[in-house]
């Protein structure tokens, strides 16, 4: 895959790492199973079988075209009930998850996605690679019947995709089958974003993150259009964020490609197959996480680790792999003095329930929650945050008067600089320990919560 230099893939990549991008998933990327023609096609010549328009299941066309033959060659033709009928067609597809969905979804840097697409395949995708099948990717849309804003993505961790042109099983005109249901779209967006209220933290995101299109198949025009309001300034001026359009080279004007090098310097066109893209970004995104777990510095080989399962009651210690030896250093100095500590050891290799089971733990199980802050936490994206938000959606009373949730600084990373850690956080003392090593006060004080807390309301 030569589409990007050495340079630029590492570019890329730390963006993921920081997780300062968001993939923006079209309708060419989506497919309803391995072999198959894109999900919109497929769509596109069932719907045009039981209108009649003349094209055939096996003819590629895209649904605009099925839409629009019908609309101007059908006299009477009436447009609400297309809506209904796609959805229909949509329920009737086979859906199997192709393997270029399931390696987008196993990139874990990537917690917010953007789709295109009304069907909910890439929904069904982080359901099935994350969550074991079950129904826990949230979901948002936006429409010009009404919007179902983010969560703030700045303290919001888990898994998340928005529907930027509507979801098929909302109420017609909802989401978007043709292009003048796109311009309506985006013309109501415009609106939205102008009057800076409605959808703050989906703009807010739009308008600070990098951005990789994949499979986004929009017209020339539309497409700058909706970099435009996406980004929310003119498109001569000079920005400190990226945008990546991974597509096929017949698939990008030339027009298209001249105003990218002009006037939107940010814009990388890379002339490829989106899913052949995916393919080599999953492939070295893999290769650098191996890279970075056998650069990290081992754990200490005379260091007891807990019992696999957590006592109820314990103390949790959550850190970021790059800071294990910090973490068992602070459980020693807290074990010395009679705490019963646990730290999780799976994170260094991760088994099939691993997550689900930190997570029963994090909220049932532990007496004290301690995050330890690093630059490497507020460098990832990683799983250290997941247990953060836990912990503080357990508590009622999280980030006020530190009973259970106690941030540590274990490097000079600076309290006012925290960009990761939940914001409570912030209101509450935060202790410092460099490299993990305990103070007298700082076990007096885990000791004295450890204590109160086995008997108080959490357990």
């Known amino acids: 895959m030569n589409c990007l230099s050495e340079f630029e893939w590492s570019e890329l990549l730390a963006s993921i790492e920081a997780g300062r991008l968001i993939p923006v998933v079209g309708d060419q990327f989506i497919r309803a199973d391995v072999s198959s023609q894109p999900l919109n096609v497929l769509v596109a010549g069932q719907l045009a079988n039981q209108l009649g328009t003349g094209w055939s299941a096996e003819s590629p066309s895209t649904l605009n075209d099925v839409v629009t033959a019908y609309m101007s060659e059908v006299n009477g033709a009436r447009l609400v009930p297309l809506y209904s009928k796609t959805r229909d067609v949509l329920n009737e597809v086979k859906f199997q998850t192709p393997e270029h969905l399931r390696k987008l979804a196993r990139i874990t840097d990537f917690n917010l996605f953007l789709t295109t697409s009304f069907a909910p395949t890439l929904e069904n995708a982080l359901n099935e690679v994350r969550f074991g099948g079950a129904h826990r990717c949230e979901s948002c849309h936006f429409s010009i019947k009404g919007c179902v804003d983010l969560p703030d993505w700045k303290e919001h961790l888990g898994t998340c995709v928005f529907y930027l042109?509507?979801?098929?099983?909302?109420?017609?005109?909802?989401?978007?089958?043709?292009?003048?249901?796109?311009?309506?779209?985006?013309?109501?967006?415009?609106?939205?974003?102008?009057?800076?209220?409605?959808?703050?933290?989906?703009?807010?995101?739009?308008?600070?993150?990098?951005?990789?299109?994949?499979?986004?198949?929009?017209?020339?025009?539309?497409?700058?259009?909706?970099?435009?309001?996406?980004?929310?300034?003119?498109?001569?001026?000079?920005?400190?964020?990226?945008?990546?359009?991974?597509?096929?080279?017949?698939?990008?004007?030339?027009?298209f490609v001249g105003f990218c090098r002009g006037a939107r310097r940010g814009t990388k066109i890379l002339r490829c197959e989106p899913i052949a893209f995916v393919d080599s970004l999953f492939e070295r995104w893999t290769a650098r996480q191996i890279a970075i777990a056998h650069t990290t510095i081992s754990p200490r080989r005379d260091f007891v680790w807990p019992e696999r399962w957590m006592p109820k009651g314990a103390v949790f210690i959550s850190y970021a792999h790059e800071d294990v030896l910090a973490a068992q250093r602070m459980a020693d100095g807290l074990r010395q003095a009679g705490c019963n500590v646990w730290l999780d050891r799976e994170r260094l290799s991760a088994g099939e329930n691993w997550e689900n089971s930190l997570e029963i733990q994090v909220k049932r199980q532990c007496s004290v929650f301690i995050s330890l802050i690093s630059r490497s936490t507020e460098m990832s994206a990683g799983y250290c945050h997941r247990e953060r938000k836990w912990a503080a959606d357990r508590d009622p009373d999280f980030g006020r008067d530190g009973s259970f949730y106690v941030p540590v600084t274990i490097d000079a990373t600076q309290v006012g600089e925290l960009a990761k850690e939940n914001l409570p956080a912030r209101s509450i003392n935060v202790w410092q320990m460099p490299q993990g090593e305990t103070t007298r006060e700082f076990v007096s004080r885990i000791i004295q919560l450890h204590k109160a807390n086995q008997t108080g309301e959490f357990l």
């Open 165 to 255: 042109l509507g979801k098929a099983d909302l109420a017609p005109r909802s989401f978007v089958i043709w292009d003048a249901d796109a311009i309506d779209s985006i013309l109501h967006f415009h609106d939205l974003v102008n009057d800076g209220k409605s959808i703050p933290h989906l703009q807010s995101a739009l308008k600070e993150f990098d951005l990789l299109f994949l499979g986004v198949s929009f017209a020339d025009w539309l497409t700058r259009f909706l970099l435009r309001v996406a980004r929310q300034n003119r498109h001569s001026s000079d920005t400190d964020y990226s945008e990546y359009l991974a597509e096929r080279g017949c698939d990008v004007a030339e027009s």
